[in-house]
């Protein structure tokens, strides 16, 4: 029991993270509790707030509830508490009162302030970036699956790519089949895991990357090239350069996509139109 | 076809049919637009649900799908467009609006620069891959969650995660009722710019429970609502931040707009004294939860679960408490199925 309120207190940190946004909700319930004890924001939320927060650090509920959703995703019930409700409409019943037109604009803008230093602004925290395809994927993603279809034409054929460029490449063009995703997801057994690790490793050994391509048959490797060295260690397995995008590059095995195929290829079925 | 003419039969799909099929909830009542459109979705999103599960497992083409989803749901619009016709036949509709305040201006500044960020710029999330992945791989092979959307090979066992989730194909569907659009163009800059201001429109009818008949303290709630989310970037679990990087997703438009809903819903059926909207919205938002995501099928009915006790203390009202618990039926079946097969 208590490793699991412990662990649920872990969930309720990483929730809030360093800001100072839970204080903001307490201050909210305790200012809607004392000043505001009749209004129907207190009367609705604040009880539900309680039970939902009852529920979350009780051991019990919580072992039952993680058995349900899975333990890793228990933080999801913190979706459950309406910080968002509770936290406006105490602001607003505080700022409502005000009845100097001046005064009360200039609280709202403190409010907006006090909300702005308690939070991290979503933009300053390095969620967007500007791309240049509508599909809205990496750059590099979309000129590797450009170039790949171009280079292959009709034939089919089986893509490798690292943990950047892979979970984007069907998102693109759901054409291109692949040895694995994101994570080596959905992979084809012993030999595409090994590739993934290879291709993932924290020290690229290009060797070993064209090698373990090469003998599961992948038709199409996308790799960061740093030098002419680690282009030679691909080739000498048998790798050839198609183009690059960026900082990563496309090779294909053999002269064509179809000069080798892959017997997954044949023994799976796969959704290629 | 054209990408301009894809965008606006999107906006049709997305906008004008979950409006005109919202209407068929109005009942006696004056809904607001926001409850409306709302309530559209909700009908939309169950219907969805309800047609998706028995086709996957009788592996049916996404084409078909598309055209009885796609039927039904002009058939809900055209039936609400002729609803309101009828209701407003005689109706003078120049009704005089109220001036909104400055503060409902900024709140709108803030939403559309909201909109603007996450339509026009790009936010990677390594979830695409499944999510998005799912909807571009159905529509290339016109199938419904028959390929691995990781590999592009067939499905040799249904994913259980997902497959009592398939948010992914309600994507893949309407992008093919918009003349074909990519499924990512439809998930990173067409869904941003309907379900952002859905999640504000959550916010509105809970500000109008609030603060019903003050106008300018309405205005704030959604200003101040609007600003915290834009500073929600202090965790990447908190359903702020969800709703202003993913909204695309499933498990976002969970957090940001269902559940937020559902709080609204579940306050006008089990707490007010008087109930303002009908028990079957109740039922279709857990529906509907339960096609945005597997937590859906778990979340739903615990929060209402929550409701159903507060309203059990302070109303003592058994009948309501019974259709509440009637309402989490679908959620409970499913989620015995989810835990099942998990």
């Known amino acids: 029991m208590k490793e699991i309120f412990q662990q649920t207190k872990i969930f309720w940190d990483n929730y809030w993270g360093k800001s100072l946004v839970m204080w903001l909700l307490v201050f909210s ?3 809607l509790l004392i000043f505001r004890r009749h209004k129907k924001s207190t009367k609705y939320l604040i009880p539900y707030t309680a039970v939902v927060l009852i529920l979350f650090f009780c051991p019990i509920s919580a072992k039952f509830i993680q058995k349900c959703i899975g333990k890793t995703v228990y933080w999801r019930v ?3 508490l309406p910080a968002i409700p509770v936290i406006a409409a105490a602001m607003t019943e505080f700022l409502k009162e005000r009845k100097n037109k001046g005064i009360q604009f200039g609280l709202v803008l403190l409010a907006i302030a006090a909300i702005a230093y308690s939070g991290r602004g979503i ?12 599909q809205q994927v990496p750059d590099e993603v979309a000129a590797i699956c450009e170039m790949v279809k171009k280079d292959a034409g009709d034939s089919e054929f089986l893509l490798a790519a690292d943990n950047y460029i892979g979970p984007y490449v069907r998102v693109y063009d759901p054409s291109i089949c692949m040895m694995f995703n994101r994570e080596g997801r959905g992979n084809a057994g012993a030999g595409a895991r090994r590739l993934y690790l ?3 490793a924290p020290v690229f050994n290009y060797t070993n990357i064209g ?8 038709n199409y490797l996308v790799v960061k090239i740093p030098n002419e060295q680690q282009k030679k260690e691909l080739e000498n397995q048998g790798y050839q350069e ?4 960026g900082n990563y590059s496309l090779y294909r095995l053999g002269v064509s996509a179809d000069a080798v195929r892959s017997p997954l290829l044949d023994r799976w079925e796969w959704g290629v139109k | 076809m054209d990408m301009v003419m894809k965008g606006v039969l999107a906006l049709v799909w997305l906008a004008v049919v979950p409006a005109a ?3 068929l909830f109005t009942g006696k009542r004056q809904l607001k637009f926001a ?5 559209g979705y909700l009908l939309l999103f169950a219907m969805m649900e309800i047609l998706v599960l028995p086709m996957i497992l009788l592996k049916m083409p996404l084409h078909v799908l598309t055209a009885v989803y796609g039927s039904l749901a002009a058939g809900f619009a055209v039936a609400g467009l002729l609803l309101w016709k009828k209701k407003n036949r005689n109706k003078n509709l120049r009704k005089k609006m109220e001036r909104p305040s400055i503060y409902f201006w900024m709140a709108v500044v803030v939403i559309l620069l909201q909109v603007l960020m996450c339509a026009a710029m790009a936010h990677m999330d390594a979830d695409d891959c499944f999510y998005v992945a799912a909807a571009t791989t159905d529509v290339h092979t016109d199938s419904i969650f028959a390929v691995d959307p990781y590999t592009g090979c067939e499905y040799r066992i249904l994913p259980r995660r997902y497959v009592l989730s398939p948010f992914p194909v309600f994507l893949a569907v309407v992008s093919q009722l918009s003349g074909g659009l990519h499924p990512a163009i439809m998930a990173h800059m067409i869904f941003p710019v309907i379900f952002l201001p859905m999640a504000y429109m959550v916010q509105y009818c809970l500000g109008e429970k609030w603060f019903s008949g003050e106008k300018k303290a309405k205005d704030i709630y959604l200003l101040l609502a609007a600003c915290i989310c834009s500073f929600s970037g202090y965790s990447v679990y908190n359903a702020g931040n969800f709703q202003m990087v993913r909204i695309w997703q499933g498990k976002a438009v969970l957090a940001s707009v269902l559940l937020p809903y559902l709080i609204c819903l579940c306050i006008s059926m089990l707490l007010e004294k008087q109930r303002k909207n009908s028990w079957t919205a109740l039922l279709l938002a857990n529906i509907s939860c339960c096609l945005l995501s597997s937590m859906g099928i778990i979340l739903a009915p615990i929060m209402t679960g929550c409701f159903l006790a507060v309203s059990l203390v302070m109303r003592k009202d058994w009948k309501r408490v019974g259709k509440g618990l009637l309402c989490c039926l679908p959620s409970f079946v499913l989620g015995i199925a989810y835990i099942l097969i998990g």
């Open chain 2, 35 to 39: 409850e409306i459109f709302l309530h």
């Open chain 1, 198 to 200: 290879e291709i993932n």
């Open chain 1, 242 to 245: 198609v183009g690059t995008a």
């Open chain 1, 123 to 134: 933009y300053a925290a390095g969620n967007y970036k500007l791309v240049n395809n509508y």
């Open chain 1, 29 to 31: 319930i305790l200012y």
């Open chain 1, 78 to 80: 913190l979706w459950l």
């Open chain 2, 21 to 23: 099929a919202g209407i």
């Open chain 1, 211 to 218: 090698a373990v391509g090469k003998r599961i048959l992948c």
